[in-house]
């Protein structure tokens, strides 16, 4: 009886042993995703939006060696989503497969909503990157409604919506229009972020919509004081 509980301990002490080294494993593979994780972030941030190539590279690397260690982690997907992103807009190779890179990109962002559904950074993301490839379609529009569920005061979400509307301004249906309208107000709200919006509206070659937009309602009365609005919206 002795020798079988002596058996007994010395298999539970394995075990524990065993436990023990695996959580041990799981915390240092974790560890090494998240530095790979903050390198690719930081590497983006050190950028300061004027990304080189080797710049994004080493960013899609790190990202990619993160997700490597942690493929289930959503915040890795969506990063390596951006990436893609970053590396499409920054490419002047006109052999470039943008539709295959876009349903590259949306794989990743489902993955990550599937994971995390309370993210609307990454709900937006996937409006966007649907609408390129679809226009302003019910998918799109049931992503948006995802986005403004889970972060309905968020400036991102209120910017993917401008910009979705905009771009597919001459076809937008009026449901967008009143998302359009909505978010607008509501940027308007986060003082000087909104130029970002400026920005938004000249690379995609809708300034006049975007100052026409502005003319009407109480809540852009301050936005129109500001030396940017009255120089950009003559």
Partial sequence: MNNTNKLIK??????LVL???AICFSSFQS?????WYFNAVNTLKGSANNYSPQNLQSAQDAINLASSLEHTHPHYLQLMAHVQILK???DTD?????????QQVEQLLLQSVALRQSWPETW?????VVSYQEGPSERVYEYIQQAKKVGPYKLDVHLGIIEISLANWQHLPPEYKALYVNSLSMAAQYGYRFNRIYAIAEQLNQLPTLCMSLQF???YKKLKQRYIYKQTCK
């Fill in 217 to 219: 309602g109480a809540a």
């Fill in 88 to 90: 499409l807009a920054a």
């Fill in 124 to 128: 937006i993301a996937l409006a966007q």
């Fill in 10 to 15: 010395q298999v539970q002490i394995v075990v």
């Fill in 31 to 35: 560890m090494r995703a998240n530095a």
């Fill in 19 to 21: 436990i023990t080294l």
């Fill in 94 to 102: 006109k052999t470039t497969d943008v539709l295959a890179i876009y």
